[in-house]
């Protein structure tokens, strides 16, 4: 999965997806445009169950500044892909915010940035980004729950 960089003011960025040949490293098949809605960029693809998870940091330029995170979901890798809608607020600071998505141990995280690092007298800004981690719950339905970015990120017990 790769985006393209928006070519013009006013441009939007766009989402592929292609397979691998087995080194990694070649395009194996066609090249298939999966943009969904308010797209920006930071791509994350995941699956649990029968179910595909597209995480992206989104954008919607007419009421927003900040990205956030939003996601959709599929029945197949190769769509059609529902938009389900944001996942996260922005990131602290910070006018972008990426995710990552892994299970460990029965339990689902997502990882993401924000700008609180502080470095000397130097509050956070686009060049100290911070990772941070939060729990990661799924509804019945195979929807995720909204994401409230917290300062103790994992080190809280995960909502039950």
């Known amino acids: ?36 809605p308010h797209f920006e960029e930071g791509p994350w693809l995941h699956k649990r169950g029968d179910l595909y998870y597209l995480t992206y940091a989104s954008l919607d330029r007419a009421t927003h500044r900040d990205e956030k995170v939003s996601y959709a979901t599929a029945p197949s890798i190769h769509g059609p892909w529902t938009y389900r809608g944001e996942l996260t607020g922005s990131g602290k600071y910070s006018f972008t915010i990426h995710p990552g998505i892994a299970e460990f141990k029965g339990d689902w995280y997502l990882f993401l940035h924000n700008a609180a690092l502080t470095v000397g007298d130097q509050n956070g800004s ?20 909204p994401v409230v970015q917290t300062e103790a990120g994992v080190s809280a017990p995960p909502p039950r």
């Open 1 to 36: 999965m790769t985006t393209a960089p928006p070519g013009s003011p006013g441009a939007t960025a766009k989402a592929y997806i292609a397979k691998l040949k087995p080194n990694m490293i070649e395009i194996d098949g066609p090249v298939t445009e999966i943009t969904p």
């Open 126 to 145: 686009i060049g100290r980004r911070a990772v941070t981690v939060e729990h990661l719950q799924y509804n019945a339905d195979g929807t995720m729950r």
